[in-house]
């Protein structure tokens, strides 16, 4: 009986088990958050090295503590003018604007200037015309500067002069990443004259080589460089048409560009054809020469009876002009790298730049150019390779 009842009591469970709803198992409504995926990180343009170069010109002027300061178009290292430069004024002139150091002159105001007299036409600027243009302007300072190409890549030298004594108060240094419109910019040119160089296609250099003697006969006011070459239109190995060099020299290939260098270790000659030259005039080399930690390393630079040395010594930082009364001003080394050399010519005196920078100045009074003459470059050093020789008025 007790056993009857108790099974009773077990099926009523089970029955009042099976008869309940059966609960659908569903899935968690708690919201889920997955980690956000990482910042696409964006490759930096050239406008975004020039809004920075821009930035760094803004600062300079600045530090000048100038209250109205000139903007000029920013020139090429040979003068050019050029599309790029115009618009790294325009950069310049709204960084500076938005710092509120200084008010800027019109740009109109420094066109109708730049295009009267002596500030006419497409060469460089120096430092004391600079400033006399300032004055005009009626500027405390004015910002100048110029670019130099390296591959895929421009320095962009800066400095703000003082119009009352004409001196750099303060300088910068950018360096801009050259992109495809950049690029393009960079090889539109603007001058009075004929363009020089372009950043592709066929340019005036191309026609100064095909006829030398008709680019030479054309006066500075005319076109900026009265000899150029690039070698880029000379066979490897071979050297360019009227040029004299010793065995060990020829064209090379430089990464995408080509230089005049060493086929062979050793000391190097290299000889321009014979160039008439006005009474004043601007030597540019482009060239890469020596090594870092070696020791009596030099090239040379000469146009007849001035030679121009940088190298040399214990730590081949010495620098010097040959037959000059001279003055020397801060010295490398320079070795190792690519640098823009410049020797130039007015009057009596004879200067060497390094990169914008004064090297030395000198004194030469009975320098005279006779007819025609050649310019001689040397190198007792490794890894010499010249990218580009121009001759310019200063």
């Known amino acids: 009986m007790q056993i009857g009842r108790r099974a009773a009591v077990l099926a009523g469970a089970l029955l009042a088990a099976c008869s309940a709803p059966i609960q659908e198992s569903r899935p968690d409504s708690t919201p889920r958050f997955s980690a956000p995926p990482p910042p696409v990180r964006r490759e930096p343009t050239g406008i975004d090295s020039v809004v920075e170069a821009a930035g760094l010109a803004a600062k300079a002027v600045a ?3 100038a209250k109205r300061v000139g903007i000029l178009e920013i020139r090429g290292l040979d003068g050019r003018r050029t599309m790029l430069g115009r618009f790294l ?21 420094i066109d109708e200037m730049m295009s009267e007299g002596k500030f006419s036409g497409s060469g460089f600027i120096d430092d004391s015309t600079a400033a006399e243009l300032g004055g005009k302007l009626g500027a405390d300072a004015v910002l100048a500067g110029t670019l130099t190409e390296f591959g895929d890549e421009l320095r962009f030298n800066m400095r703000v002069i003082t119009t009352k004594a004409g001196q750099v108060a303060s300088a910068e240094q950018a360096t801009i990443r ?11 040119e603007v001058s009075d004259g004929a363009p020089v160089v372009r950043g592709a296609g066929p340019s005036a250099a191309d026609a100064m080589r095909a006829k030398p003697a008709i680019a030479q006969e054309r006066s500075s006011a005319a076109t900026t460089a009265l000899f150029y070459e690039d070698f880029r239109d000379v066979e490897e190995g071979l050297v360019p048409d009227g040029w004299s060099t010793d065995t060990g020299i020829g064209i090379v290939r430089a990464g995408t560009t080509k230089c ?18 006005p009474s004043d005039f601007a030597i540019e080399l482009n ?6 930690g070696y020791m009596n390393q030099e090239m040379t630079i000469a146009v007849g009876k001035v030679k121009a ?3 040399g ?12 009364s001279t003055i020397r001003g801060p010295a490398g080394p320079y070795e190792g790298k690519r640098t823009s050399f410049v020797l130039e010519k007015r009057g009596p005196v004879f ?3 390094a990169d914008g920078n004064q090297l030395i100045i000198g004194r030469v009074p009975d320098f005279t150019a006779h007819g025609s003459m050649p310019i001689i470059v040397e190198a007792s050093s490794l890894n010499f390779c010249i990218f580009s020789l121009t001759v310019r008025s200063p």
């Open 313 to 324: 010594g214990y730590d081949s930082d010495e620098v010097a002009l040959t037959n000059a």
């Open 260 to 277: 005049l260098g060493q086929l062979q270790r050793g000391d190097h000659k290299v000889t321009t054809p014979p160039l008439k030259l």
């Open 309 to 311: 040395r940088v190298g």
């Open 351 to 353: 200067r060497l730049f």
């Open 287 to 292: 060239a890469l020469w020596g090594r870092n």
């Open 63 to 65: 530090a000048s503590a």
């Open 178 to 188: 050259v992109d495809a419109p950049l690029r393009k910019l960079w090889g539109q």
């Open 89 to 109: 004024a325009e950069e310049i002139t709204t960084a500076v604007q938005r710092t509120r150091t200084a008010a800027v002159v019109e740009r109109r105001l």
